[in-house]
């Protein structure tokens, strides 16, 4: 069993910047992935989108939209991986979901509200 704790959402303007953190515990074994979705609010009756993933060996995937504003990092030795959000833009509200994959196991967390002001 693995437990994932997010942190760091909450209410900023646009052009700001926020930093989510996912801390892992429990059964944690190398070679795992660690990620970001988001479900806006007008897309609720759909998956979650991927917003940026890195494994354990610290490969990293961005979506498109992420690109150039968005940077997702990790610290093995705290299990926690981060995602650091510059020049937030309206659109980017959001809950984010953080992943957690190793071998046919995922978890998800429970969510943390991202809002941008315009």
């Known amino acids: 069993q693995v437990q994932l704790v997010e942190s760091g959402g909450g209410l900023v303007q646009a052009g700001g910047s926020l930093r989510l953190s996912c801390v892992v515990s429990g059964n944690i074994i190398s070679g795992n992935s660690m990620g970001w979705y988001r479900q806006a609010p007008g897309n609720l009756g759909n998956q979650p989108e991927l917003?940026?993933?890195?494994?354990?060996?610290?490969?990293?995937t961005y979506a498109d939209f992420a690109k150039g504003r968005f940077a997702i990092s990790r610290d093995n030795i705290k299990n926690t991986a981060y995602l650091q959000m510059n020049s937030l833009k309206p659109e980017d509200t959001a809950v984010y979901y953080c992943?957690?994959?190793?071998?046919?196991?995922?978890?998800w967390g429970q969510g943390t509200q991202v809002t941008v002001s315009s």
């Open positions: 992943n957690f994959q190793q071998d046919l196991y995922t978890k």
């Open positions: 917003v940026a993933a890195i494994t354990s060996a610290g490969i990293t």
